[in-house]
């Protein structure tokens, strides 16, 4: 199959979500969150996504609303009318809840561990087991896990100001990633303090030599 995994900035761009039903909704509070103009077309919208800012419109607008959107979302239970919405949507991206492999967009189970965010998908096969991997991924990732990612992200800004070399950069956070003192407190959720010992590890003379 042809599929690669993207990240897509929804800001501001137009969503058509065909389908008010459990994935219909699903697929609206998602693109919301991510700040797109999201209508939804189908079926009895719930009023808590018009208050979240989804506006519903009828079906005989879809044509219409088809032509605004930037990416259309096909997840209504009627099978006849997700082929005609797709049919229309043809130049679109275009997302088939019912049939993936018939769009050429796919929305993939995904959730965040505080600011890292995992996908999964299985191209099908097994919505049951995207929920099992999720559950043994979030088992997995630890807090230390996190908090190293904070502090990764901060030697990388503070290198950048006080290191000129790309490869030496490289070579901090690698040492920084093994160093015991480092470890040490992240085990102990010390992060602003292993941001102090990072600092004063970079701005030692003989370590930036």
């Given amino acids: 199959m042809g599929w690669t995994p993207l990240y897509l900035n929804m800001q501001?761009?137009?969503v058509l979500v065909v389908g008010a039903g459990e994935v219909?909704?699903?697929?609206?509070?998602?693109?919301?969150?991510a700040g797109a103009n999201v209508v939804i077309?189908?079926?009895?919208?719930?009023?808590?996504?018009?208050?979240?800012g989804a506006t519903h419109k009828p079906l005989a607008e879809l044509p219409q609303w088809i032509d605004w959107a930037d990416l259309v979302v096909v997840a209504s239970g009627d099978h006849q009318l997700n082929q005609k919405v797709a049919q229309l949507a043809e130049d679109k991206l275009v997302n088939r809840a019912d049939?993936?492999?018939?769009?050429?967009?796919?929305?993939?189970?995904?959730?965040?561990?505080k600011d890292v965010q995992f996908s999964i998908f299985t191209q099908g096969k097994?919505?049951?087991?995207?929920?099992?991997?999720?559950?043994?991924?979030?088992?997995?990732?630890?807090?230390?896990?996190?908090?190293?990612?904070?502090?990764?992200?901060?030697?990388?800004?503070?290198?950048?100001?006080?290191?000129?070399?790309?490869?030496?950069?490289?070579?901090?956070?690698?040492?920084?990633?093994?160093?015991?003192?480092?470890?040490?407190?992240?085990?102990?959720?010390?992060?602003?303090?292993?941001?102090?010992?990072?600092?004063?590890?970079?701005?030692t003379p003989r370590d930036l030599d």
Wanted: charged share 35%; net charge positive.
């Fill in 12 to 14: 501001d761009k137009n």
């Fill in 24 to 33: 219909g909704q699903r697929r609206t509070l998602r693109f919301l969150d």
């Fill in 41 to 52: 077309s189908g079926g009895k919208v719930p009023s808590q996504l018009i208050k979240l």
């Fill in 99 to 113: 049939c993936p492999e018939d769009g050429n967009l796919i929305v993939p189970s995904s959730f965040f561990i």
């Fill in 126 to 203: 097994s919505p049951l087991m995207a929920k099992e991997l999720r559950k043994r991924i979030q088992a997995v990732v630890s807090e230390k896990d996190v908090l190293q990612l904070e502090l990764q992200h901060f030697t990388r800004e503070l290198l950048k100001e006080k290191v000129p070399d790309q490869k030496k950069r490289r070579d901090y956070l690698y040492q920084i990633l093994n160093d015991k003192k480092v470890n040490e407190l992240l085990d102990r959720g010390k992060l602003e303090e292993a941001k102090n010992y990072i600092v004063h590890f970079i701005q």
